[in-house]
């Protein structure tokens, strides 16, 4: 059975950083895409950025701030997240697309306080 778990999720400054990483159990086949997606109260849950074999992508609102990157090794993802904003507060989700099932992880918790 295959698991995400994400961590890194917590409660910072404006201005300040965080990591979130998501680490699977369970083997995946057909990968696809490794992504980052968020959902704040009261919103529809929105792509963050996303990784492929061919590059990376970022939500407007996110470029120059995130960074997603990945360990093939370790089958594992980031988010590395500076220059946080109050509006960056939501719920922080992790994303496995393959050519057969989609897997998200729990969820974690990032809150931006100003």
């Known amino acids: 059975q295959v698991q995400l778990v994400e961590s890194g999720g917590g409660l910072v400054q404006a201005g300040g950083s965080l990591r979130l990483s998501c680490a699977v159990s369970g083997s995946i086949f057909g990968l696809i895409a490794m992504g980052w997606y968020r959902q704040a109260p009261g919103k529809q849950r929105e792509l963050v950025a996303e990784i492929t074999s061919g590059g990376s992508t970022y939500a407007d609102s996110v470029k120059g701030r995130f960074t997603i990157s990945r360990d093939f090794a370790k089958n594992t993802v980031y988010l590395e997240m500076n220059s946080l904003k109050p509006e960056d507060t939501a719920v922080y989700y992790c994303?496995?697309?393959?050519?057969?099932?989609?897997?998200w992880g729990q969820g974690t918790q990032v809150t931006v306080s100003s």
């Open positions: 994303n496995f697309r393959t050519s057969g099932p989609i897997y």
